[in-house]
């Protein structure tokens, strides 16, 4: 049996989700822009789907928009909101610490005539919230700031963020993909834009949401048809709807944080120079983040999967990447360090179980790691 731990990736389709999907697929569904029965009855179950999402999200209906995942979504916020900046200041504002769809689409705009500002972090990678109104200066295009970071799962302030920017009229997005179903999304009300992603917490991959508050336009990234009140042209994925409305109906694990507490503190123990990442700071109670000094991350990682424990070394978009985490190097620390940094992520099938078998072969595995580096040194 298997360990599964990598839940900041993609959590396991939830029953619900897969009930849905199965029901979705024998009901005969047709597209929802056609007239017809099948279309009808499409059309309302896109609908309901809506409704139960725009609840989860602290939204009206008429603000979601749907996507192909967070990542389609937070291109569409900011490429859509750049697009409208036709007079200065054509600022762009964002955190270190954001996921490379951020980041990567950011430095896109800065590279067709925006300014970028990326606003530091302290060492446990929390973004402050005067430090980044202030770098807005006398106004910006759009800014951005996560919910909470996908590789350590620091809280950011970015519900105080968004009050600021919608204070000052600046269309502001707040990535919510990882805090979605782990802690309550009320708090990011003032934000004008919210991406938040199905496969994060147990829904199918491949349809994410785009809240978009009443009286915040964007110019549309896809055009070619009127679905989404023209803010994204295409059919739309009912079958994935529902099923990503259902996942997002499961209650918030209770268990989480007591158990990640107790493995650091365990994992303190056995291995006492272990360094934690962002564990002085608010996090998701689910993500522990760290390095063990002299033990490669990715050799790491290759390790556990042999034993049958899934981890990773950081953010699934940035799997396979030559260079070593940025959220790491943002905060401080080293290449080194960046590069051995190990996340741990949980979700509701985590068991106490599955943390003991970790801590079980995690010392081994480090010290033979460790050994192997020495002699090579």
Known sequence: MRVY???????????????ALEDAAASGLGNPSSLHAEGRRARAALEQARASLASFAACSPSEVVFTSGATEAINAALRGAAARATRSPRRVVVGAVEHS??????????????????????????????????????????????????????????????????????????????????????????AAMLAISSHKLGGPAGVGVLVVRDGTTLVPSITGGPQERRRRAGTEPVAL??????????????????????????????????????????????????????????????????????????????????????????????????????????????????VERLLEVLPRIAARLRASRAARC
């Open 101 to 190: 769809a951020v980041l990567e689409t950011a430095r896109a705009l800065a590279a067709s005539g925006f300014s970028l500002v990326e606003v530091p972090c302290d060492r446990d990678g929390t973004v402050d919230a005067g430090r980044f109104l202030e770098a807005l200066g006398d106004g910006a295009a759009v800014a951005a700031l996560q919910a909470a970071n996908p590789e350590t799962g620091t809280l950011q302030p970015a519900a105080e963020v968004a009050r600021g920017c919608r204070a000052r009229g600046i269309p502001f997005l707040c990535d919510a993909a990882q805090a979605a179903g782990r802690v309550p999304l009320d708090a990011y009300r003032d």
């Open 241 to 354: 709807a529902g099923a990503f409305a259902a996942a997002a109906l499961e209650p918030a694990p209770a268990h989480l944080a007591p158990l990640r507490d107790g493995f650091e503190s365990a994992l303190r123990a056995v291995v006492p120079d272990v360094r934690i990442h962002g564990a002085g700071a608010p996090r998701l109670p689910n993500t522990s983040n760290f390095a063990i000094p002299g033990a490669d991350g990715e050799l790491l990682v290759i390790a556990l999967d042999l034993e049958g424990i899934s981890v990773s070394t950081g953010s699934a978009c940035a799997s396979g990447a030559v260079e070593p985490s940025h959220v790491i190097r943002a905060m401080g620390y080293d290449e080194a360090e960046a590069r051995g940094a190990v996340r741990v992520s949980m979700g509701p099938s985590t068991s106490d179980a599955d």
């Open 5 to 19: 731990l990598d839940y900041n990736a993609a959590a396991p389709l939830v029953p619900s989700a897969r009930r």
